[in-house]
């Protein structure tokens, strides 16, 4: 069965920086495409961000110059480094392959504010 353990967020000033880690325990993993997605309280969940087994990355709008997603192979693991967080950018985030399985994980919550 598939398990994904998301982590690293927590609360951060507008402006600063997270690195968040996704462990994706299912195998061939280095075979899927992976995401990032997030849910802010009240809205649908989405993704944004996203990498392709040869890398190819592709972002949302609103994360497209201050996300970076990146994976690693060897460690089942995909990351997320955020810049410049926004209050907006506020929400849980999950990772998933994409487009994404029936599992999820518990995701981890990020809390921009001052």
């Known amino acids: 069965q598939v398990q994904l353990v998301e982590s690293g967020g927590g609360w951060v000033q507008p402006g600063g920086s997270l690195k968040l880690s996704c462990i994706i325990s299912r195998p061939l993993f280095s075979s899927y495409s992976l995401g990032w997605y997030r849910q802010i309280r009240g809205n649908e969940r989405e993704r944004i961000a996203r990498i392709s087994r040869d890398g190819t990355t592709a972002y949302g709008y609103d994360v497209k110059g201050r996300f970076t997603i990146s994976r690693d192979d060897a460690r089942n693991t995909v990351y997320l480094e955020m810049e410049h967080l926004r209050s907006d950018d506020s929400a849980v985030y999950y990772c998933?392959?994409?487009?994404?399985?029936?599992?999820w994980g518990q995701g981890t919550r990020v809390t921009v504010s001052s």
């Open positions: 998933n392959s994409n487009p994404p399985g029936d599992t």
